[in-house]
């Protein structure tokens, strides 16, 4: 998988030339673009780009956007996507990493919803009732 992240600091810590270091472990860093990941999800589910986008409560305009790489999706985004497309534990933390954001954390309660979500497989909607009924901003609004 490449160099862990402590070793990666130090090496930043140790370099004289940023431009040098970024090219030097480009293949280290988080890939903003998760769109061909997310497509390819999609594909092995055999899911129409129409169903997906309102599975996770989004205009087809957007998510097109966000396959394309012309639009980096936020993490409530990416957890809804995740919920449309019943990722696995490990699909959805290899989106969430690949997109520069953390997992889920079980001592955040929109986190704990979210971690309830994936458990009982349910859908956005259903996030967002829960989300509502807790006191914590909705998804997508």
């Not at 862990?4 to 600091?9: F, I, M, S």
């Not at 370099?15 to 769109?35: A, C, E, N, R």
């Not at 967002?128 to 914590?136: F, R, T």
Request: charged share 30%.
């Amino acid at each position: 998988m490449g160099q862990e992240t402590q070793e990666l600091q130090k090496a930043l810590n140790e370099s004289l030339d940023l431009s040098q270091f970024l090219q030097l472990h480009k293949g280290q860093m988080v890939q903003p673009d998760i769109g061909a990941q997310i497509e390819a999800l999609r594909k092995e589910r055999k899911l129409k780009k129409a169903e997906l986008a309102r599975r996770a409560g989004m205009s087809e305009y957007y998510l097109y956007q966000i396959l394309k790489g012309h639009r980096k999706p936020s993490r409530d985004t990416i957890l809804c996507l995740c919920l449309s497309l019943s990722c696995s534990e490990t699909e959805r933390k290899m989106l969430l990493e690949k997109s520069g954001y953390a997992d889920l954390y079980v001592r955040v309660k929109r986190d704990a919803i979210f971690k309830y979500a994936f458990q009982e497989g349910w859908n956005c909607q259903q996030v967002n009732d829960a989300l509502y009924e807790c006191g914590e901003p909705l998804v997508n609004a």
